[in-house]
């Protein structure tokens, strides 16, 4: 027989080194809006171990489909797993990994503070900066709300822990492709 | 005119060409067995629903449609998981229909309420919980759709008891429209010439095929492809008949218990097109030693998450097999290649593996071989024959040593590896092919599992003949307890009990026994000659082991032959 070269080893997942690194993708999934589809995807991700860093969904314009913005992380390997298999659910009609493209992302957060009289102009001032709103003013505290991309969010939660957050809530990101091209 | 939910249910059905329903009555469902007792449509009872969907399985294993079965809410829906599990991991279409409790008290913890739609939302290809009766018939169609096309796969539909009661103007939809379902079935041209390409420049190809090539119906096109282009075949537990074993470009089995010629073969290749197989580990062994000189790696599959997801791929091929392979026959036609010639010293080096280490036991005078057991079987069995296996030591020996030739004559559950598959599955077989041979071949462990079928094959007088081979253990636990873990065989041994003999006649069929070497032979001769439903045990050796064996987490050319 012929000399042979040894190859490089089969393993999908050591075949190609450079794509091994982990980063996080945003995933954009447009899907039925019907019962237990939210269910069939959250299960997909737990039963094969993929990560959900957070998941955002709702009705589209048009009230038989829904819009799911999913944030997993994965080595290039494990992101083609996870496309492929949202594709195969059947309720799943359109799925698109935004961060091979251009997208913006917002993200939206209320956050309760403590406002006490001495903190009340630090709080408006910080808000402000952030191009937040209050939109709940209470006898100790207020709720503000703020939008933006994931590093402007932390960037105003650190700016505000300081001053004592009671509670917080974040939407998860919301992303779009940009441009004029549409997933439907 | 109006129709309840259960007469739309059973014309439903038989718009859909189903003959047989494998399933178990109960509350939710008993207005669908009522409209049942007048239709045109056999009804199998089975004595526990898990066997009703091993026995739709087998049906649809054997005849490549969809098998269907029916079961009550709560416990008969949760029997049915084991069996809709075994469907999906192998991809055999099934429509799997549920009661459920009325939609009025669904999630009120009712008597006999299981969230059946939640339990199984991981176990089956799609599900559906029927809410309207106006929504019935077009949910059927798309789950009778949605099984059978595509990679095939169960589908749950769930019907609440109001919903079969209820009524509406029955229609029932020409075609099924739905918007997130596009399989793909035609390869992509320009891969298919890639591949074409690869194969022509390979020295020491292989076609390494899966059960995709079955449910696709590929058998005269890989023979075609295989005889064109002199290239030695492997198949995988679930490819087994998709190619004669004994035709002399067939290598058997690969894998874990596979040939030693297939598995060096898979070794030293410089090309794997993978045909309808999946790179499962118990194929691929250690992976980062696996095809270690393959330059190229061709892969087709209708499913595209199977392609790259444990093997790099260099040619993907998304597609249905039958189709692909067709195409592709097409294209190497016109390649002016000396493919006998050229591949002459790759066959001969793989005959060669085949001759140094070929399938071997040794049988004395004195105890059964299960490897024995099973080559007397295959000289028996008409070609046409079906055999169904539980899982264990005789279903590698089955996969082992039974000449299979033709395509959907065995029957077995690969990736879940369901114990308790055989005697159900073959009765789904038996029902659908009543002028066939059907031969269950099973472990004493594996049988006990769902023995209470019995029942169902001597009321339905169902001819199934199984051959129980019982070593009084679960055998292959024994052998991995013996070769892993020092000979400790914690709770393996099963000791002498039932004797099947007297099993098999207090349920009404005939049984017979071998316990000598020379026994054997008369003994099968006569249970496969006698009517109606047989079960013969043959006392194997329980020390035999299975090999060769590549162990868990071992490269293929690790294997331990003996």
Not at chain 1, 51 to 74: F, K, W
Not at chain 1, 129 to 148: A, C, L
Not at chain 2, 283 to 310: M, Q
Not at chain 2, 544 to 552: D, I, L, Q, T
């Amino acid at each position: 027989m012929t000399a042979i070269t040894t190859m490089a080893p089969r393993h999908a997942s050591t075949h190609t080194p450079h794509d091994k690194a982990s980063r996080a993708h945003v995933i954009s999934v447009l899907v039925e809006n019907k019962v237990g589809v939210l269910a069939r995807v959250a299960g997909l991700f737990t039963g094969r171990g993929f990560n959900i860093e957070s998941l955002a969904v709702a009705e589209t314009e048009d009230p038989t489909l829904s819009r799911m913005t999913i944030v997993t992380s994965g080595d290039a390997r494990i992101i083609e797993q996870v496309t492929k298999q949202l594709n195969k659910l059947i309720d799943v009609i359109k799925v698109v990994d935004l961060s091979r493209e251009t997208f913006v992302e917002r993200e939206l957060v209320l956050v309760k503070v403590r406002a006490e009289p001495e903190q009340r102009a630090e709080i408006l001032r910080v808000t402000d900066i952030f191009r937040g709103n209050i939109i709940d003013v209470g006898q100790k505290s207020y709720i503000i709300e703020v939008t933006g991309d994931g590093d402007k969010i932390r960037a105003f939660i650190d700016l505000i822990k300081p001053i004592g957050i009671l509670e917080i809530v974040r939407t998860g990101p919301v992303a779009l492709s940009r441009g004029s091209k549409a997933i439907s | 005119m109006k129709k309840s939910g259960a007469e739309i249910f059973v014309d439903c059905l038989l718009k859909e060409g189903v003959e047989v329903i494998f399933g178990h009555p109960g509350g939710v469902v008993l207005k669908i067995y009522d409209i049942l007792l007048d239709a045109p449509l056999l009804h199998v009872l089975m004595r526990h629903e898990q066997g009703a969907v091993h026995a739709a399985d087998g049906y649809a294993r054997a005849t490549g449609r969809a098998g269907v079965c029916l079961a009550t809410s709560g416990p008969g829906a949760t029997n049915c998981v084991t069996g809709l599990v075994t469907a999906n991991m192998d991809a055999i279409p099934l429509v799997v229909f549920t009661g459920q409790v009325p939609t009025t008290v669904i999630g009120n913890d009712a008597f006999q309420e299981a969230d059946i739609f939640g339990i199984t939302l991981p176990c089956v290809k799609h599900s559906y919980v029927v809410r309207r009766v106006e929504d019935l018939a077009r949910t059927i169609k798309e789950a009778f759709f949605i099984a059978q096309t595509g990679k095939p796969g169960p589908v749950l539909v769930d019907i609440p008891k109001d919903v079969s009661q209820a009524e509406t103007e029955f229609k029932y939809p020409a075609e099924a429209k739905i918007r997130g379902y596009a399989p793909t079935y035609l390869g992509h041209p320009g891969q298919i010439r890639r591949a074409a390409k690869a194969l022509a420049q390979a020295q020491r190809p292989v076609l390494y095929v899966g059960g995709g090539a079955i449910s696709s119906n590929a058998a005269p096109e890989l023979r075609e492809l295989a005889e064109l282009i002199h290239t030695p075949v492997t198949t995988t537990l679930l490819g087994l008949g998709v190619f004669p074993e004994t035709h002399d470009l067939a290598m058997g089995m690969l894998g874990m218990h596979g040939t030693y010629w297939a598995n060096m073969a898979m070794c030293e290749a410089d090309l794997i097109f993978a045909i309808g197989a999946r790179f499962d580990d118990r194929v691929t062994g250690r992976l980062d030693a696996f095809a270690e000189k393959a330059e190229t790696i061709i892969h087709i599959d209708i499913d595209p998450s199977n392609i790259g997801k444990n093997v790099h791929t260099d040619i993907p091929i998304v597609g249905d097999v039958k189709t692909v392979l067709r195409a592709l026959i097409d294209v190497v036609k016109t390649i002016k290649k000396d493919w006998a010639g050229d591949h002459q010293e790759w066959l001969d080096t793989v005959r060669g593996w085949a001759a140094e280490h070929p399938l071997r036991y040794h049988q004395d005078d004195e105890s059964i071989k299960g490897q024995y057991v099973i080559e007397t079987i295959s000289k028996l069995a008409p070609k046409d024959a079906i055999i169904t296996s539980g899982v264990g030591q005789h279903q590698m020996w089955a996969a082992q040593f039974y000449r299979f030739t033709q395509p959907r004559t065995w029957l077995t559950s690969g990736g879940l590896g369901t114990m308790g598959y055989c005697l159900p599955s073959a009765i789904g077989a038996q029902v659908a092919f009543p002028n066939r041979m059907v031969i269950g071949i099973d472990g004493d462990g594996s049988f006990q599992m769902t023995s209470h079928e019995l029942a169902t094959v001597v009321q339905y007088q169902l001819p199934v003949k199984i051959v129980i081979l019982n070593n009084h253990y679960l055998g292959m636990v024994k052998q991995w307890q013996e070769l892993f873990y020092n000979k400790r065989y914690s709770h393996s041994y099963l000791g002498t009990i039932p004797d099947y003999v007297k099993l098999a006649e207090a349920y009404g069929a005939k049984g017979f026994r071998a316990t000598k070497p020379h026994e054997v032979l008369p003994t099968l001769q006569q249970a496969f000659a006698t009517p109606g439903p047989v079960v013969a045990e043959v006392v194997i050796d329980s020390e035999e082991k299975v090999y060769p064996m590549v162990p868990a987490g071992a490269a293929l050319r690790e294997m331990v032959l003996a």
